[in-house]
Nanobody, 123 residues
């Protein structure tokens, strides 16, 4: 099993940047494909980005493509999400997720989740 802890959220103005981190502990980090998801109040959890086991493959939601960058450091057991040009509609709780077999955008396919970190973008 793997335990996931997100950090780096906060309050930022429109156009600003934040870098989220997701620290993993437990089983070997490189055994997991990783994803970032977000959930705004009253809305369903939605896919943001995913990265493959070695970090060589990435996948983004259209809404964040060109603004967000997902990366991982398997030597530090950490997943990152660099968020630039933030918009008020990016406001949500951001979650990282992991799975040993699945790499993609469907949240129900991920077996492990962090507790989330709040991102608020003010207009």
């Amino acid at each position: 099993q793997v335990q996931l802890v997100e950090s780096g959220g906060g309050l930022v103005q429109t156009g600003g940047s934040l870098r989220l981190s997701c620290a993993a502990s437990g089983r070997t980090f490189s055994a997991y494909a990783m994803g970032w998801f977000r959930q705004a109040p009253g809305k369903e959890r939605e896919f943001v980005a995913a990265i493959g086991w070695s970090g060589g493959s990435t996948y983004y939601a259209d809404s964040v493509k060109g603004r967000f960058t997902v990366s991982r450091d398997n030597t530090k057991n950490t997943l990152y999400l660099q968020m630039n040009s933030l918009k008020p509609e990016d406001t949500a709780v951001y979650y990282c997720a992991a799975d040993t077999k699945y790499y993609g955008s469907r949240p129900l396919e991920y077996g492990y989740w962090g507790q989330g970190t709040q991102v608020t973008v003010s207009s």
